[in-house]
């Protein structure tokens, strides 16, 4: 297998996650964002959308979007799982790993940021409103989710890390890269904390990324 | 179980149809979003992040997010399925539904289009023009998935409609209300008259929901 990503694409960090949890690893190869990388001829032709994390099987099938490929995983290595056992729970688990995955992250991608300050001319300040308006708007939502909870344990869900916890770490990264306020998430900050006293987490971090140095 | 939705919404539209293609019936609760009862107390105390699909199962438990709920749906009524047999096939399935559920949709929805105009004072036209840049990069990538694919059949995997064809269906119509061009699409669009040919995905329609005459 080979993970196509970028340290600080926060859809490869979640990849990533899942790889070191799995305690699988997988040849990588750099598509580097900020030059353009994506848009190159060679690398549409491993994924038309242009974007990473994509994963290539051994036998050369290409697997697209971070959820996809991380539930892939979680099928073909079940230990140890990203999602817990019972429908109503992993629909818990993957109900939250979505509030950040389909309503967050998409809004404040680096494809997007690019949109607002190049072709509709937003300003600085705006993109950075923007930012933290969805930042805040989603992460508040999901604290209300897990702090209301006896589902919650030291993880988003129990007390195993999971699909949630892995959509969380590089969501926290990225609004700390934007100075977002995160006080407002108690519960979510305790659980990141968690996580990142674990190696699968910590290993995965973008600044553990032998690209980090000379591309940051 | 209790669905709460909204006719023009395309996530709970997903669920609609969802649910019909399993054959099973659930009561339905209008969240009027033009009038703001995704806002209210009453809501928020359903679901917090304030937004539909929401899904009350019987015992009270709530459950959120379009796709995690469909996936509920297929874990516990697994005929017909959603997803295909084969971990591979389901990730193929999976990553095209999710082109459009963390890619597209996101970008487009009525909360992200609000803020455009209201906060950050966008004029119409440059309103339009970023929802129909969205919609040609993701549909055009989706459409390169599906057009290079063995795979595709008569739906977007094989002859049977499924969560990808799902989340399709309602991105068209969505693309459509908003003048699209999705002739660079032939492959999707054929797919789409597939599933509208369907009475679960016709009855499913926007038009088709109670509310569409009164609210809409």
Chains 1, 2 share one sequence.
């Not at 030059?35 to 990473?52: I, L």
């Not at 699909?163 to 926290?172: E, G, M, R, Y």
């Amino acid at each position: 297998m080979k993970l196509y990503g970028y340290f600080r694409s926060s859809a490869a960090f979640r990849v990533r996650i899942a790889f070191n949890l799995k305690g699988v690893e997988s040849e990588t190869a750099l598509v580097n964002l900020q030059t353009g990388d994506q848009f190159s001829d060679a690398f549409r032709a491993v994924n038309p959308q242009g974007r990473v994390p994509a994963l290539t099987l051994d036998d050369g099938t290409v697997l697209v979007q971070s959820m996809a490929i991380m539930e892939y995983l979680d099928e073909t290595i079940p230990d140890p799982p990203l999602l817990p056992k019972g429908a109503v729970a992993r629909a818990r688990v993957r109900g939250l790993a979505n509030v950040i995955a389909c309503d967050i992250h998409p809004l404040n991608n680096l494809a997007v940021l690019n949109y607002l300050t190049g072709e509709m001319k937003v300003g600085e300040e705006s993109k950075l409103r923007w930012y933290r308006h969805w930042v805040a708007e989603g992460l508040s939502a999901m604290e209300a989710l897990v702090a209301g909870s006896a589902e919650t344990g030291r993880f988003c869900h129990g007390d195993a890390p999971g699909l949630a916890d892995i959509c969380l770490v590089p969501q926290v990264f990225n609004a700390q890269r934007f100075d977002c306020d995160l006080g407002g998430c108690p519960t979510l900050m305790r659980v990141f904390d968690a996580c990142m006293a674990l190696d699968a987490f910590d290993a995965a971090q973008p600044g553990r990324q032998p690209e980090a140095a000379s591309v940051g």
